[in-house]
Protein backbone atom coordinates (compact mmCIF):
# COMPACT_ATOMS: atom_id res chain seq x y z
CA UNK A 1 0.00 0.00 0.00
CA UNK A 2 2.65 2.13 0.72
CA UNK A 3 3.92 2.20 -2.91
CA UNK A 4 0.57 2.48 -3.82
CA UNK A 5 -0.11 5.83 -2.08
CA UNK A 6 3.85 6.62 -3.49
CA UNK A 7 2.52 6.41 -6.55
CA UNK A 8 -0.73 8.07 -6.11
CA UNK A 9 1.07 10.97 -4.72
CA UNK A 10 3.68 11.48 -7.65
CA UNK A 11 0.70 11.79 -9.66
CA UNK A 12 -1.05 14.59 -7.70
CA UNK A 13 2.93 16.13 -7.58
CA UNK A 14 2.68 16.25 -11.60
CA UNK A 15 -1.33 17.52 -11.58
CA UNK A 16 -0.49 20.84 -12.57
CA UNK A 17 0.91 19.37 -15.82
CA UNK A 18 -2.01 17.49 -16.27
CA UNK A 19 -4.58 18.52 -18.84
CA UNK A 20 -7.41 20.64 -17.54
CA UNK A 21 -10.12 17.92 -18.08
CA UNK A 22 -7.94 15.24 -16.74
CA UNK A 23 -6.89 17.43 -13.58
CA UNK A 24 -11.04 18.41 -13.21
CA UNK A 25 -11.82 14.62 -13.03
CA UNK A 26 -9.14 13.76 -10.20
CA UNK A 27 -11.23 16.52 -8.33
CA UNK A 28 -14.12 14.99 -9.14
CA UNK A 29 -13.04 11.79 -7.86
CA UNK A 30 -12.29 12.96 -4.73
CA UNK A 31 -16.26 14.23 -4.46
CA UNK A 32 -15.77 17.62 -3.32
CA UNK A 33 -16.99 18.92 -6.43
CA UNK A 34 -20.22 20.61 -5.99
CA UNK A 35 -20.98 21.84 -9.81
CA UNK A 36 -19.25 21.18 -12.60
CA UNK A 37 -20.10 24.17 -14.04
CA UNK A 38 -17.23 26.07 -15.47
CA UNK A 39 -14.99 23.33 -14.60
CA UNK A 40 -12.65 22.68 -17.45
CA UNK A 41 -13.76 25.44 -20.00
CA UNK A 42 -13.48 23.96 -23.23
CA UNK A 43 -13.97 20.53 -22.49
CA UNK A 44 -16.76 18.97 -23.72
CA UNK A 45 -19.12 17.36 -20.36
CA UNK A 46 -21.95 14.90 -20.96
CA UNK A 47 -24.62 13.38 -19.31
CA UNK A 48 -24.43 9.62 -17.74
CA UNK A 49 -27.07 6.98 -18.10
CA UNK A 50 -25.80 3.78 -17.42
CA UNK A 51 -28.40 0.33 -18.00
CA UNK A 52 -28.01 -3.34 -18.17
CA UNK A 53 -27.19 -4.91 -20.91
CA UNK A 54 -30.44 -6.52 -21.60
CA UNK A 55 -32.11 -2.68 -21.46
CA UNK A 56 -28.77 -1.21 -22.96
CA UNK A 57 -29.90 -2.06 -26.81
CA UNK A 58 -33.22 -0.59 -26.57
CA UNK A 59 -32.03 2.65 -25.00
CA UNK A 60 -29.23 3.23 -27.84
CA UNK A 61 -32.09 2.54 -30.22
CA UNK A 62 -33.88 5.13 -28.55
CA UNK A 63 -31.01 7.59 -28.82
CA UNK A 64 -30.62 6.95 -32.27
CA UNK A 65 -34.73 7.50 -32.67
CA UNK A 66 -34.00 10.90 -30.42
CA UNK A 67 -30.46 12.68 -31.39
CA UNK A 68 -31.90 15.83 -30.25
CA UNK A 69 -32.22 15.33 -26.30
CA UNK A 70 -30.01 11.93 -26.51
CA UNK A 71 -26.88 12.59 -28.63
CA UNK A 72 -24.71 9.97 -27.70
CA UNK A 73 -21.11 10.94 -27.34
CA UNK A 74 -19.46 8.14 -26.42
CA UNK A 75 -19.94 4.50 -24.57
CA UNK A 76 -18.41 1.35 -23.22
CA UNK A 77 -18.11 -1.88 -23.65
CA UNK A 78 -20.21 -4.50 -21.82
CA UNK A 79 -19.03 -4.77 -18.31
CA UNK A 80 -16.03 -2.43 -18.60
CA UNK A 81 -15.73 0.88 -16.86
CA UNK A 82 -13.51 2.75 -19.19
CA UNK A 83 -14.40 4.69 -22.01
CA UNK A 84 -11.01 5.52 -23.86
CA UNK A 85 -12.16 7.88 -26.63
CA UNK A 86 -13.12 10.55 -24.29
CA UNK A 87 -10.30 10.11 -21.44
CA UNK A 88 -7.38 7.78 -21.39
CA UNK A 89 -7.77 6.91 -17.89
CA UNK A 90 -11.55 7.88 -17.46
CA UNK A 91 -13.29 5.18 -14.61
CA UNK A 92 -16.96 6.00 -15.03
CA UNK A 93 -17.12 4.64 -11.69
CA UNK A 94 -15.60 7.44 -10.04
CA UNK A 95 -14.94 9.94 -11.94
CA UNK A 96 -18.21 11.71 -11.48
CA UNK A 97 -18.60 14.39 -8.40
CA UNK A 98 -21.85 12.64 -7.92
CA UNK A 99 -24.60 9.64 -9.27
CA UNK A 100 -27.95 8.70 -8.66
CA UNK A 101 -29.22 5.17 -8.15
CA UNK A 102 -32.58 4.38 -9.83
CA UNK A 103 -34.81 1.61 -8.58
CA UNK A 104 -38.35 0.91 -10.24
CA UNK A 105 -38.15 4.52 -11.57
CA UNK A 106 -36.96 6.43 -8.37
CA UNK A 107 -33.65 7.41 -6.86
CA UNK A 108 -33.06 5.22 -4.00
CA UNK A 109 -28.86 6.97 -3.67
CA UNK A 110 -26.83 9.75 -4.48
CA UNK A 111 -23.45 8.57 -3.80
CA UNK A 112 -20.08 9.70 -4.52
CA UNK A 113 -18.78 6.68 -6.36
CA UNK A 114 -20.62 3.74 -7.81
CA UNK A 115 -17.86 0.86 -7.58
CA UNK A 116 -19.90 -1.69 -5.17
CA UNK A 117 -23.16 -0.60 -7.82
CA UNK A 118 -20.83 -1.56 -11.03
CA UNK A 119 -21.77 -5.00 -12.74
CA UNK A 120 -20.14 -7.25 -15.67
CA UNK A 121 -23.27 -6.20 -17.14
CA UNK A 122 -23.52 -2.94 -17.20
CA UNK A 123 -23.18 -0.29 -20.52
CA UNK A 124 -22.54 3.37 -19.71
CA UNK A 125 -23.87 6.13 -22.25
CA UNK A 126 -22.64 9.55 -22.28
CA UNK A 127 -24.60 12.40 -23.61
CA UNK A 128 -23.43 15.56 -25.00
CA UNK A 129 -24.42 18.47 -22.78
CA UNK A 130 -25.24 21.91 -23.01
CA UNK A 131 -22.38 23.61 -21.53
CA UNK A 132 -21.01 22.85 -24.78
CA UNK A 133 -23.18 25.13 -26.89
CA UNK A 134 -23.51 27.87 -23.94
CA UNK A 135 -19.35 28.42 -24.35
CA UNK A 136 -19.80 28.77 -28.36
CA UNK A 137 -22.97 31.26 -27.48
CA UNK A 138 -20.79 33.32 -24.43
CA UNK A 139 -18.14 33.50 -27.49
CA UNK A 140 -20.03 35.43 -29.12
CA UNK A 141 -21.44 37.63 -26.50
CA UNK A 142 -24.77 36.41 -26.38
CA UNK A 143 -25.70 36.72 -22.52
CA UNK A 144 -27.15 33.39 -20.86
CA UNK A 145 -29.66 34.78 -17.44
CA UNK A 146 -28.93 31.39 -16.17
CA UNK A 147 -25.04 31.68 -16.00
CA UNK A 148 -25.53 35.35 -15.05
CA UNK A 149 -27.45 34.74 -12.22
CA UNK A 150 -25.16 32.00 -11.13
CA UNK A 151 -28.36 29.63 -11.28
CA UNK A 152 -29.21 26.32 -13.04
CA UNK A 153 -30.69 26.58 -16.27
CA UNK A 154 -34.61 25.99 -16.09
CA UNK A 155 -36.03 22.76 -17.50
CA UNK A 156 -39.80 21.98 -18.35
CA UNK A 157 -41.13 18.73 -19.05
CA UNK A 158 -43.21 18.90 -22.82
CA UNK A 159 -45.88 17.27 -24.03
CA UNK A 160 -43.44 16.98 -27.43
CA UNK A 161 -43.31 12.94 -27.28
CA UNK A 162 -39.91 11.17 -27.92
CA UNK A 163 -39.75 7.91 -30.36
CA UNK A 164 -40.44 4.97 -28.20
CA UNK A 165 -38.09 1.90 -28.52
CA UNK A 166 -39.08 -1.17 -25.92
CA UNK A 167 -39.19 0.27 -22.59
CA UNK A 168 -38.39 3.78 -22.99
CA UNK A 169 -40.98 6.12 -23.83
CA UNK A 170 -41.97 9.61 -22.50
CA UNK A 171 -41.72 13.39 -22.79
CA UNK A 172 -38.99 15.37 -24.23
CA UNK A 173 -37.20 17.61 -21.43
CA UNK A 174 -36.27 21.23 -22.64
CA UNK A 175 -34.22 23.51 -21.46
CA UNK A 176 -34.59 27.53 -21.68
CA UNK A 177 -33.04 30.67 -22.14
CA UNK A 178 -34.58 33.97 -22.69
CA UNK A 179 -33.09 36.10 -25.72
CA UNK A 180 -33.93 39.26 -27.44
CA UNK A 181 -35.32 38.14 -30.80
CA UNK A 182 -32.29 38.99 -32.81
CA UNK A 183 -30.12 37.00 -30.36
CA UNK A 184 -32.39 34.40 -30.43
CA UNK A 185 -31.60 34.35 -34.33
CA UNK A 186 -28.10 34.12 -33.77
CA UNK A 187 -28.25 31.56 -31.43
CA UNK A 188 -30.07 28.84 -33.89
CA UNK A 189 -27.37 29.68 -35.79
CA UNK A 190 -24.76 28.72 -33.00
CA UNK A 191 -26.20 26.39 -31.82
CA UNK A 192 -27.10 24.49 -34.98
CA UNK A 193 -23.23 23.99 -35.58
CA UNK A 194 -22.74 21.78 -32.46
CA UNK A 195 -25.34 19.04 -33.07
CA UNK A 196 -23.99 16.24 -31.01
CA UNK A 197 -24.22 18.90 -27.81
CA UNK A 198 -28.65 19.13 -28.42
CA UNK A 199 -28.24 21.41 -31.59
CA UNK A 200 -30.82 23.80 -32.58
CA UNK A 201 -33.91 25.01 -30.63
CA UNK A 202 -36.42 22.53 -30.90
CA UNK A 203 -39.10 25.54 -30.21
CA UNK A 204 -39.24 29.33 -29.47
CA UNK A 205 -42.05 31.71 -28.27
CA UNK A 206 -44.35 29.76 -27.62
CA UNK A 207 -44.42 27.74 -24.82
CA UNK A 208 -48.31 26.68 -24.00
CA UNK A 209 -47.61 24.86 -27.40
CA UNK A 210 -45.71 22.66 -26.11
CA UNK A 211 -46.94 22.04 -22.69
CA UNK A 212 -45.48 24.46 -20.40
CA UNK A 213 -48.38 25.65 -18.39
CA UNK A 214 -46.15 28.14 -16.38
CA UNK A 215 -42.67 29.38 -17.50
CA UNK A 216 -42.14 30.35 -13.86
CA UNK A 217 -42.36 26.80 -12.48
CA UNK A 218 -39.34 24.20 -14.43
CA UNK A 219 -39.87 21.02 -13.72
CA UNK A 220 -36.07 21.00 -12.64
CA UNK A 221 -33.28 23.79 -12.43
CA UNK A 222 -34.52 27.21 -11.30
CA UNK A 223 -37.03 30.03 -12.84
CA UNK A 224 -35.49 32.55 -14.15
CA UNK A 225 -37.20 35.90 -15.96
CA UNK A 226 -38.29 36.23 -19.57
CA UNK A 227 -38.59 39.93 -20.38
CA UNK A 228 -41.42 41.45 -22.29
CA UNK A 229 -39.07 42.07 -25.15
CA UNK A 230 -37.54 38.55 -25.04
CA UNK A 231 -38.62 35.05 -26.38
CA UNK A 232 -38.06 32.14 -24.33
CA UNK A 233 -35.71 29.72 -27.01
CA UNK A 234 -35.70 25.59 -25.75
CA UNK A 235 -33.22 23.17 -26.45
CA UNK A 236 -33.74 19.24 -25.99
CA UNK A 237 -32.14 18.67 -22.69
CA UNK A 238 -30.16 15.50 -21.57
CA UNK A 239 -32.24 15.37 -18.83
CA UNK A 240 -34.48 13.49 -21.01
CA UNK A 241 -33.51 10.18 -20.11
CA UNK A 242 -33.95 10.64 -16.52
CA UNK A 243 -37.73 11.61 -16.88
CA UNK A 244 -37.86 8.02 -19.31
CA UNK A 245 -35.85 6.42 -16.93
CA UNK A 246 -38.89 7.98 -14.37
CA UNK A 247 -41.84 7.12 -16.49
CA UNK A 248 -40.96 3.47 -17.75
CA UNK A 249 -40.41 2.43 -13.87
CA UNK A 250 -37.19 0.64 -14.67
CA UNK A 251 -36.22 -1.98 -12.58
CA UNK A 252 -32.13 -0.42 -12.24
CA UNK A 253 -30.25 2.25 -13.57
CA UNK A 254 -27.50 4.35 -12.60
CA UNK A 255 -26.94 8.19 -13.85
CA UNK A 256 -25.35 11.43 -13.02
CA UNK A 257 -26.59 13.93 -10.69
CA UNK A 258 -27.81 16.83 -12.29
CA UNK A 259 -25.20 19.79 -12.53
CA UNK A 260 -22.27 16.66 -11.82
CA UNK A 261 -21.55 15.88 -15.12
CA UNK A 262 -18.53 13.84 -16.68
CA UNK A 263 -15.98 15.96 -17.94
CA UNK A 264 -14.46 14.51 -20.96
CA UNK A 265 -11.06 15.53 -22.95
CA UNK A 266 -12.82 16.11 -25.78
CA UNK A 267 -12.56 20.09 -27.03
CA UNK A 268 -16.07 21.94 -27.56
CA UNK A 269 -14.86 23.30 -30.39
CA UNK A 270 -14.45 19.47 -32.07
CA UNK A 271 -17.79 18.77 -31.91
CA UNK A 272 -18.69 21.62 -34.59
CA UNK A 273 -19.94 20.70 -38.14
CA UNK A 274 -19.39 23.68 -39.59
CA UNK B 1 -35.28 46.01 -91.28
CA UNK B 2 -36.60 43.18 -93.12
CA UNK B 3 -33.47 41.46 -92.03
CA UNK B 4 -33.75 42.20 -88.45
CA UNK B 5 -37.16 40.97 -88.33
CA UNK B 6 -35.97 37.64 -89.64
CA UNK B 7 -33.35 37.34 -87.32
CA UNK B 8 -35.87 38.25 -84.24
CA UNK B 9 -38.11 35.57 -85.61
CA UNK B 10 -34.80 33.26 -85.69
CA UNK B 11 -34.28 33.83 -81.87
CA UNK B 12 -38.19 33.20 -80.48
CA UNK B 13 -38.34 29.84 -83.03
CA UNK B 14 -35.26 28.80 -81.07
CA UNK B 15 -36.98 29.82 -77.76
CA UNK B 16 -37.69 26.25 -76.78
CA UNK B 17 -33.79 25.62 -76.69
CA UNK B 18 -33.34 28.67 -74.53
CA UNK B 19 -32.31 28.68 -70.93
CA UNK B 20 -35.74 29.34 -68.58
CA UNK B 21 -34.15 32.92 -68.09
CA UNK B 22 -33.51 34.17 -71.02
CA UNK B 23 -36.47 33.01 -72.29
CA UNK B 24 -38.51 34.95 -69.31
CA UNK B 25 -36.25 38.11 -69.95
CA UNK B 26 -37.41 37.77 -73.55
CA UNK B 27 -40.56 37.68 -72.14
CA UNK B 28 -40.21 40.64 -69.71
CA UNK B 29 -39.22 42.60 -72.97
CA UNK B 30 -42.03 42.66 -74.37
CA UNK B 31 -43.79 44.20 -71.30
CA UNK B 32 -46.55 41.74 -70.40
CA UNK B 33 -45.22 40.23 -67.67
CA UNK B 34 -47.37 41.03 -64.74
CA UNK B 35 -45.31 39.55 -61.81
CA UNK B 36 -41.98 37.94 -62.20
CA UNK B 37 -42.73 35.32 -58.96
CA UNK B 38 -42.94 31.84 -60.16
CA UNK B 39 -41.29 32.36 -63.41
CA UNK B 40 -38.01 30.79 -64.26
CA UNK B 41 -38.15 28.46 -61.21
CA UNK B 42 -34.55 27.81 -60.01
CA UNK B 43 -33.11 31.33 -61.14
CA UNK B 44 -32.22 34.46 -59.26
CA UNK B 45 -34.39 37.01 -59.84
CA UNK B 46 -32.93 40.53 -58.59
CA UNK B 47 -34.47 44.25 -57.05
CA UNK B 48 -33.04 47.27 -59.84
CA UNK B 49 -31.52 50.47 -58.66
CA UNK B 50 -30.05 52.76 -61.27
CA UNK B 51 -28.20 56.07 -59.73
CA UNK B 52 -25.78 58.79 -61.33
CA UNK B 53 -22.36 58.35 -61.20
CA UNK B 54 -22.03 60.73 -58.69
CA UNK B 55 -24.42 58.88 -56.39
CA UNK B 56 -23.81 55.41 -57.17
CA UNK B 57 -20.32 55.15 -54.84
CA UNK B 58 -22.09 56.58 -52.09
CA UNK B 59 -24.95 54.13 -52.64
CA UNK B 60 -22.56 51.30 -53.23
CA UNK B 61 -20.72 51.90 -49.56
CA UNK B 62 -24.76 52.18 -48.28
CA UNK B 63 -24.73 48.28 -49.74
CA UNK B 64 -21.08 47.27 -48.01
CA UNK B 65 -22.97 49.20 -44.65
CA UNK B 66 -25.82 47.54 -44.93
CA UNK B 67 -25.45 44.08 -46.62
CA UNK B 68 -28.61 42.31 -45.23
CA UNK B 69 -31.22 44.93 -46.98
CA UNK B 70 -28.85 45.46 -49.51
CA UNK B 71 -26.65 42.17 -50.75
CA UNK B 72 -25.32 43.34 -54.01
CA UNK B 73 -25.34 40.91 -56.85
CA UNK B 74 -24.10 42.35 -59.83
CA UNK B 75 -23.88 45.71 -61.09
CA UNK B 76 -23.05 47.49 -64.47
CA UNK B 77 -20.05 49.52 -65.71
CA UNK B 78 -20.70 53.50 -65.77
CA UNK B 79 -22.96 53.80 -68.73
CA UNK B 80 -23.10 50.44 -69.79
CA UNK B 81 -26.58 48.61 -69.63
CA UNK B 82 -24.98 45.14 -69.68
CA UNK B 83 -24.37 43.32 -67.00
CA UNK B 84 -22.76 39.48 -68.19
CA UNK B 85 -22.37 38.16 -65.30
CA UNK B 86 -26.11 38.24 -64.57
CA UNK B 87 -26.77 37.49 -68.20
CA UNK B 88 -24.50 37.50 -71.58
CA UNK B 89 -27.78 38.78 -73.09
CA UNK B 90 -28.81 41.12 -70.37
CA UNK B 91 -30.00 44.73 -71.17
CA UNK B 92 -31.15 46.41 -68.24
CA UNK B 93 -33.07 49.05 -69.93
CA UNK B 94 -35.60 46.55 -71.39
CA UNK B 95 -35.59 43.41 -69.65
CA UNK B 96 -37.44 43.96 -66.69
CA UNK B 97 -41.15 43.66 -67.16
CA UNK B 98 -41.61 47.25 -65.64
CA UNK B 99 -39.51 50.51 -63.88
CA UNK B 100 -39.84 53.25 -61.57
CA UNK B 101 -38.18 56.38 -62.61
CA UNK B 102 -37.90 58.78 -59.33
CA UNK B 103 -37.84 62.70 -59.22
CA UNK B 104 -36.75 64.09 -55.99
CA UNK B 105 -37.77 60.98 -53.92
CA UNK B 106 -40.96 60.38 -55.54
CA UNK B 107 -42.14 58.17 -58.13
CA UNK B 108 -43.04 59.83 -61.55
CA UNK B 109 -43.59 57.32 -63.80
CA UNK B 110 -43.91 53.39 -64.76
CA UNK B 111 -42.26 52.20 -67.93
CA UNK B 112 -42.20 48.55 -69.72
CA UNK B 113 -38.46 50.07 -70.74
CA UNK B 114 -36.08 52.93 -69.44
CA UNK B 115 -34.31 52.97 -73.40
CA UNK B 116 -35.57 57.13 -73.48
CA UNK B 117 -34.39 57.69 -69.83
CA UNK B 118 -30.80 55.92 -69.69
CA UNK B 119 -27.53 58.16 -69.55
CA UNK B 120 -23.91 57.71 -69.73
CA UNK B 121 -23.71 58.27 -66.77
CA UNK B 122 -25.99 55.49 -64.59
CA UNK B 123 -24.89 52.71 -62.70
CA UNK B 124 -27.15 49.85 -62.29
CA UNK B 125 -26.92 47.47 -59.57
CA UNK B 126 -28.67 43.92 -58.77
CA UNK B 127 -29.41 43.40 -54.90
CA UNK B 128 -30.22 39.69 -54.01
CA UNK B 129 -34.83 39.20 -53.67
CA UNK B 130 -36.20 36.75 -51.19
CA UNK B 131 -37.92 34.62 -54.36
CA UNK B 132 -34.20 32.75 -53.59
CA UNK B 133 -34.59 32.00 -50.40
CA UNK B 134 -38.28 31.33 -50.43
CA UNK B 135 -37.61 28.53 -53.06
CA UNK B 136 -35.19 27.31 -50.41
CA UNK B 137 -37.66 26.97 -48.06
CA UNK B 138 -40.37 25.45 -49.85
CA UNK B 139 -37.79 22.80 -51.02
CA UNK B 140 -38.08 21.70 -47.33
CA UNK B 141 -41.32 21.91 -46.92
CA UNK B 142 -42.17 25.07 -45.19
CA UNK B 143 -45.49 26.75 -45.67
CA UNK B 144 -45.39 30.46 -47.05
CA UNK B 145 -48.71 32.01 -46.24
CA UNK B 146 -48.25 34.78 -48.70
CA UNK B 147 -47.35 32.22 -51.77
CA UNK B 148 -50.30 29.87 -50.61
CA UNK B 149 -52.69 33.03 -50.50
CA UNK B 150 -51.33 34.11 -53.81
CA UNK B 151 -50.78 37.97 -52.43
CA UNK B 152 -47.51 39.64 -52.45
CA UNK B 153 -45.13 39.42 -49.22
CA UNK B 154 -46.04 41.84 -46.39
CA UNK B 155 -43.70 44.39 -46.00
CA UNK B 156 -43.11 46.57 -43.32
CA UNK B 157 -40.58 49.89 -42.65
CA UNK B 158 -39.17 49.57 -38.85
CA UNK B 159 -37.17 51.49 -36.74
CA UNK B 160 -34.32 49.87 -37.70
CA UNK B 161 -32.09 52.14 -38.85
CA UNK B 162 -29.63 51.51 -41.75
CA UNK B 163 -26.17 52.86 -41.37
CA UNK B 164 -25.80 55.92 -42.94
CA UNK B 165 -23.48 56.58 -46.56
CA UNK B 166 -23.45 59.80 -48.00
CA UNK B 167 -27.32 60.88 -48.93
CA UNK B 168 -28.29 57.27 -48.39
CA UNK B 169 -30.18 56.77 -44.94
CA UNK B 170 -33.46 55.52 -43.76
CA UNK B 171 -35.55 52.74 -42.08
CA UNK B 172 -34.33 49.22 -42.88
CA UNK B 173 -37.71 47.78 -44.61
CA UNK B 174 -39.00 44.09 -43.75
CA UNK B 175 -40.61 41.58 -45.23
CA UNK B 176 -42.72 38.72 -42.95
CA UNK B 177 -43.34 35.52 -43.05
CA UNK B 178 -45.43 33.36 -40.04
CA UNK B 179 -44.42 30.15 -39.14
CA UNK B 180 -45.34 27.75 -36.03
CA UNK B 181 -41.92 28.04 -33.91
CA UNK B 182 -40.14 24.82 -35.28
CA UNK B 183 -40.62 25.98 -38.86
CA UNK B 184 -39.26 29.20 -37.87
CA UNK B 185 -35.90 27.34 -36.57
CA UNK B 186 -35.91 25.68 -39.39
CA UNK B 187 -36.04 28.44 -41.34
CA UNK B 188 -33.26 30.71 -39.85
CA UNK B 189 -31.09 27.32 -40.95
CA UNK B 190 -32.21 27.50 -44.28
CA UNK B 191 -32.30 31.65 -44.69
CA UNK B 192 -28.26 31.65 -43.31
CA UNK B 193 -27.13 29.31 -45.89
CA UNK B 194 -28.15 32.53 -48.81
CA UNK B 195 -26.16 35.53 -46.87
CA UNK B 196 -26.59 36.92 -50.42
CA UNK B 197 -30.49 37.29 -50.63
CA UNK B 198 -31.26 38.47 -47.72
CA UNK B 199 -29.63 35.98 -45.68
CA UNK B 200 -30.84 35.18 -41.62
CA UNK B 201 -34.28 37.14 -40.22
CA UNK B 202 -33.23 40.11 -38.43
CA UNK B 203 -35.89 39.57 -36.05
CA UNK B 204 -38.81 37.57 -34.62
CA UNK B 205 -41.95 37.53 -32.03
CA UNK B 206 -42.23 40.94 -31.06
CA UNK B 207 -43.53 43.33 -34.11
CA UNK B 208 -43.48 45.89 -32.15
CA UNK B 209 -39.85 46.24 -31.18
CA UNK B 210 -38.84 47.05 -34.46
CA UNK B 211 -41.53 49.21 -34.93
CA UNK B 212 -44.29 47.55 -36.10
CA UNK B 213 -47.91 49.31 -34.95
CA UNK B 214 -50.21 46.59 -36.69
CA UNK B 215 -48.90 43.60 -38.25
CA UNK B 216 -51.93 43.43 -40.21
CA UNK B 217 -51.25 46.67 -41.87
CA UNK B 218 -48.04 46.12 -43.88
CA UNK B 219 -46.30 49.91 -45.53
CA UNK B 220 -46.13 47.47 -48.53
CA UNK B 221 -47.26 44.34 -50.17
CA UNK B 222 -50.61 42.46 -48.60
CA UNK B 223 -51.58 41.67 -45.20
CA UNK B 224 -51.33 37.67 -44.05
CA UNK B 225 -52.90 36.44 -40.95
CA UNK B 226 -50.51 35.17 -37.90
CA UNK B 227 -52.38 32.59 -35.55
CA UNK B 228 -52.20 32.09 -32.85
CA UNK B 229 -49.37 29.12 -32.46
CA UNK B 230 -47.09 31.07 -35.19
CA UNK B 231 -44.63 33.87 -34.74
CA UNK B 232 -43.95 36.73 -37.12
CA UNK B 233 -40.32 35.95 -38.94
CA UNK B 234 -39.05 38.85 -40.56
CA UNK B 235 -36.22 39.39 -42.91
CA UNK B 236 -34.13 42.51 -44.81
CA UNK B 237 -36.10 43.46 -47.97
CA UNK B 238 -34.80 44.33 -51.08
CA UNK B 239 -37.56 47.52 -50.89
CA UNK B 240 -35.20 49.33 -48.28
CA UNK B 241 -33.05 51.62 -51.15
CA UNK B 242 -36.52 52.73 -52.36
CA UNK B 243 -37.83 54.05 -48.82
CA UNK B 244 -33.77 55.35 -48.69
CA UNK B 245 -34.31 57.24 -52.20
CA UNK B 246 -38.08 57.90 -51.33
CA UNK B 247 -36.36 59.48 -47.62
CA UNK B 248 -33.35 61.06 -49.40
CA UNK B 249 -35.41 62.82 -51.92
CA UNK B 250 -32.33 62.53 -54.48
CA UNK B 251 -33.29 64.56 -57.84
CA UNK B 252 -33.27 61.07 -59.63
CA UNK B 253 -33.34 57.07 -59.72
CA UNK B 254 -34.79 54.36 -61.62
CA UNK B 255 -36.20 50.83 -59.79
CA UNK B 256 -37.55 48.41 -60.58
CA UNK B 257 -41.65 48.38 -59.85
CA UNK B 258 -42.32 45.99 -57.00
CA UNK B 259 -42.72 42.44 -57.84
CA UNK B 260 -41.60 43.09 -60.63
CA UNK B 261 -37.78 41.60 -60.91
CA UNK B 262 -34.92 41.31 -62.89
CA UNK B 263 -34.22 37.42 -64.06
CA UNK B 264 -30.92 36.39 -64.09
CA UNK B 265 -29.07 33.18 -65.44
CA UNK B 266 -27.75 32.52 -61.90
CA UNK B 267 -29.31 29.42 -59.97
CA UNK B 268 -30.17 30.07 -56.66
CA UNK B 269 -28.64 26.72 -55.52
CA UNK B 270 -25.18 28.62 -56.42
CA UNK B 271 -25.68 31.12 -53.79
CA UNK B 272 -25.99 28.78 -50.97
CA UNK B 273 -22.42 29.46 -48.54
CA UNK B 274 -22.96 25.80 -47.37
Avoid at 77 to 100: E, Q
Avoid at 116 to 122: N, Q
Avoid at 230 to 258: D, R
Wanted: with cysteine.
Amino acid sequence: MTGLAGSERLLDDKAADLSPSVAARRACRTGTVTSTAGLANGFVQGNLVILPEKLAASFHRFCQLNPKPCPIIGMSDVGDPHIPSLGIDLDIRTDLPRYRVWHDGEVVEEPAEIMAHWRDDLVAFVIGCSFSFEEALMADDLPIRHIERKVRVPMYRTNIACRPAGPFAGPMVVSMRPFKPADAIRAVQITSRFPSVHGAPVHLGHPHSIGIADIARPDYGDPVPVEADEIPVFWACGVTPQAVIAAAKLPFAITHAPGLMLVTDLKNKQLAVL
